[in-house]
C-alpha cells in the first residue's frame, strides 16, 4: 500500500536531514524580521516541498496531569481527521511546559510580606507536519480541534 510506505519514509527525529524540521525554522525566523501587523497568531500555516506545517502555541488553565491528559487526546484527534481527509501524518508533536508555584515578596515599612500563588496553567508549543492536504484543510482541523484553547 502506498500510504504505509510514505509513512515509513517519513518517520523521523529532530536529527534527521529530511528538512521538514529545516523549513519550521527558516519560517520562524523570516517572520520575526517582518514588521508585525497583527497579534501573534496561535496558528500558522506554511509550505515546505509536498508537506503542510501547521504550527501552534496555545495555554490550558489546568495543572501538569490533567494538561497532558488533554494534549494527549487532542493531538490524537487532529492526527484522526487529517488520516478521515485522506492525509498523512509526518509528525505531529507538542511540547507542554508547566508553570509552577511562585511567590511574591513585597516590602513595606521594614517589613516582609509574601504571597503564594500555586499556578494551574500550562503552555503547549507545537507542530503538525503533514502530507497530501490542502493548506487549509489543516488550518480548519487545528483551529476546530484547539479551539477551547486559542484565542482570536
Known amino acids: 500500500m502506498m500510504k504505509s510506505d ?72 487532529a492526527a484522526k481527521e487529517v488520516t478521515d481527509l485522506g492525509g498523512i501524518i509526518g509528525h505531529i508533536k507538542a511540547f507542554l511546559k508547566s508553570e509552577g508555584e511562585s511567590c511574591m515578596i513585597s516590602i513595606t515599612d521594614d517589613e516582609s510580606n509574601k504571597r503564594y500563588v500555586k499556578e494551574s496553567r500550562c503552555t503547549v508549543e507545537g507542530v503538525a507536519i503533514v502530507f497530501c492536504i490542502e493548506p487549509e484543510q489543516l488550518q480548519d482541523i487545528l483551529e476546530n480541534v484547539f479551539k477551547e484553547y486559542i484565542s482570536e
Do not use: R, W
Not at 515546505?48 to 488533554?70: A, C, L, Q
Open 6 to 77: 510514505q509513512i515509513k519514509q517519513h518517520e523521523h527525529d529532530e536529527s534527521c536531514a529530511c528538512g521538514c524540521h529545516d523549513e519550521h525554522h527558516d519560517e520562524h525566523q523570516h517572520h520575526e524580521s517582518e514588521p508585525h501587523h497583527h497579534e501573534h497568531q496561535p496558528i500558522t500555516i506554511t509550505t515546505h516541498d509536498m508537506s503542510i506545517v501547521g504550527s501552534y502555541t496555545f495555554n490550558i488553565e489546568k495543572n501538569y496531569k490533567e494538561s497532558e491528559t488533554i494534549l494527549d487526546d487532542l493531538l490524537k484527534q
